[in-house]
């Protein structure tokens, strides 16, 4: 099988001065340009990024964000479907299946009662309003310690944060949640940082189809990795594609 010879860096980006200067403009762009940005245009979804960090408006500039789910998402998800989002972040990934995907039922759960607030900023730039609940999913209904401090996609209830900052937040059992919608779900996103491993699954009422989640093996260990697929395959689901540890479970 021929194979097209791998593109060769050009010899004067090799040179020494070319890497100076290109190590001096990165510095320059992450000490001053980037601290002064205050917002972002990503899928036409505009984004307060003010209290966020170099690093993330970095990635938001460049179209490096939730670039697995939102690939998903447009391939798996349909206008019709009714979705409970776990884990909403910054709200981009909701913004992205109401504005541009078409759907109309969505609930958003977030943990972290600081990015619920930007949450909502965002959903305001873009016109609209969020069903927002600020809350945990845990095994079980109470409230449960947070983890919080650096990036607000390291929120979790699992790992300790940067600084050792932490916050206590009301949390619910998924099938508290389900319970709580107006609608019956068709779909499930959920990125929660380490904790699905602590979610009941069984708990999943037999209308939702398609689960877009992202798994944290580093977080969780493999072994409930593992489990957390094939608790799901033995609920009916099938794994159709994954794509940097997100996976897209579909149930027929």
């Known amino acids: 099988m021929n194979h097209a010879p791998a593109a060769k860096t050009p010899l004067w980006k090799r040179t020494l001065l070319y890497q100076l200067w290109d190590d001096f403009r990165t510095r320059w762009r992450f000490k001053f340009t980037l601290p002064g940005?205050?917002?972002?245009?990503?899928?036409?979804?505009?984004?307060?990024?003010?209290?966020?960090?170099?690093?993330?408006?970095?990635?938001?500039?460049?179209?490096?964000?939730?670039?697995?789910?939102r690939?998903?998402?447009?391939?798996?998800?349909?206008?019709?479907?009714?979705?409970?989002?776990?884990g909403g972040a910054i709200g981009f990934i909701g913004l992205f299946c109401q504005l541009r995907l078409g759907i109309t039922r969505y609930t958003t759960v977030?943990?972290?009662?600081?990015?619920?607030?930007?949450?909502r900023k965002n959903y305001e730039l873009n016109g609209r309003s969020p069903a927002?609940?600020?809350?945990?999913?845990?095994?079980e209904d109470g409230e449960i310690t947070l983890n919080?401090?650096?990036?607000?996609?390291?929120?979790?209830?699992?790992?300790?944060?940067?600084?050792?900052?932490?916050?206590?937040?009301?949390?619910?059992?998924?099938?508290?949640?389900v319970g709580r919608l107006d609608y019956p779900p068709t779909a499930l996103i959920m990125d929660i940082e380490g904790a699905e491993q602590?979610?009941?699954?069984?708990?999943?009422?037999?209308?939702?189809?398609?689960?877009?989640?992202?798994?944290?093996?580093?977080?969780?260990?493999?072994?409930?990795?593992?489990?957390?697929?094939?608790d799901l395959v033995n609920l009916g689901f099938q794994v159709d594609r994954e794509e940097g540890g997100t996976f897209l479970f579909l149930r027929p």
């Open 110 to 119: 977030e943990a972290n009662p600081h990015t619920a607030a930007l949450l």
């Open 148 to 177: 919080i401090g650096g990036e607000f996609w390291e929120n979790s209830v699992v790992k300790a944060a940067s600084g050792g900052q932490t916050v206590r937040v009301p949390a619910a059992s998924l099938a508290t949640l």
């Open 132 to 139: 927002l609940w600020n809350l945990a999913l845990a095994g």
């Open 71 to 86: 690939r998903l998402a447009q391939y798996a998800l349909t206008a019709g479907d009714a979705v409970l989002e776990i």
């Open 198 to 230: 602590y979610v009941d699954f069984r708990q999943l009422p037999a209308s939702v189809k398609k689960i877009i989640m992202e798994l944290h093996p580093h977080l969780s260990g493999h072994a409930q990795t593992y489990r957390i697929v094939a």
């Open 37 to 69: 940005i205050k917002q972002v245009t990503l899928e036409g979804i505009q984004l307060e990024v003010t209290a966020l960090s170099p690093l993330m408006k970095n990635n938001l500039l460049l179209g490096r964000y939730e670039v697995q789910e």
